[in-house]
């Protein structure tokens, strides 16, 4: 049974950096694609950044050179360092991962996500 739970959300001023992390539980090997999805009320969820099992990394255009994401394969962690913050991240973050090959931009092409965090910048 995989599970994953976010933590790092919170409020920070504009300009500001927050750390998100995400801790896989469950069978999983090292090879899977992990992501990191945000959502605003009443929108559809979106894809943030991923990060494929040989670790290439791909970033939605709104947030490429702000944000990082990185994972630690040997304790099932995912994380996404956000630096310059603005107010349009504001967004519950959730982190997904998808167990067969590939690794896609789609919310719905993962198989499970956690329940979010929440990330406000005034």
Not at 9 to 25: A, I
Not at 34 to 55: H, I, N, S
């Amino acid at each position: 049974h995989v599970q994953l739970v976010e933590s790092g959300g919170g409020s920070v001023q504009t300009g500001g950096s927050l750390r998100l992390s995400c801790q896989v539980s469950g069978y999983l090997y090292g090879g899977n694609c992990l992501g990191w999805f945000r959502q605003y009320p009443g929108k559809e969820r979106e894809l943030v950044a991923r990060m494929d099992g040989y670790g290439g990394a791909t970033y939605a255009n709104a947030v490429k050179g702000r944000f990082t994401v990185t994972r630690d394969n040997a304790n099932y962690a995912l994380y996404l360092q956000m630096n310059s913050l603005r107010p349009g991240d504001t967004a519950t973050y959730y982190c997904a991962t998808r167990l067969n090959s590939g690794c896609p931009t789609r919310p719905s092409d993962f198989d499970y996500s956690g329940q979010g965090t929440q990330v406000t910048v005034s």
